[in-house]
């Protein structure tokens, strides 16, 4: 089993910035991607970046330019710099781990409120 820990979530005035992270415990195989999904009342969880163990990012066009992210192998933690933050990025955002085979791992989710 694999459990999921999210941090730095809360209140920030549009143009604010916020890091996310993510720290994954347990059983965790070396070869993985992590990510971030983020999701607001009546719409689908949107994937909002992913890396993979070798570093190699993958980003929605929404959020290139301003965020970023990031991961410590050895911490097995994943985070998400979140710059020039808008009411549009005000979401619940979920860490993920997908291993190498099986069912990926979600976090309980964190609450980022931009306020205008």
């Known amino acids: 089993q694999v459990q999921l820990v999210e941090s730095g979530g809360g209140l920030v005035q549009a143009g604010g910035s916020l890091r996310l992270s993510c720290a994954a415990s347990?059983?965790?195989?070396?070869?993985?991607?992590m990510g971030w999904y983020r999701q607001v009342p009546g719409k689908q969880r949107e994937m909002v970046a992913s890396?993979?163990?070798?570093?190699?990012?993958t980003y929605v066009d929404s959020v290139k330019g301003r965020f970023l992210i990031s991961r410590d192998n050895a911490k097995s933690t994943v985070y998400l710099q979140m710059y020039s933050l808008n009411a549009e990025d005000t979401a619940v955002y979920f860490c993920?781990?997908?291993?190498?085979?099986?069912?990926?791992?979600w976090g309980q989710g964190t609450q980022v409120t931009v306020s205008s």
């Open positions: 347990g059983s965790i195989s070396g070869i993985n991607v």
């Open positions: 890396i993979t163990a070798g570093g190699r990012t």
């Open positions: 993920i781990l997908r291993p190498p085979t099986g069912m990926p791992y």
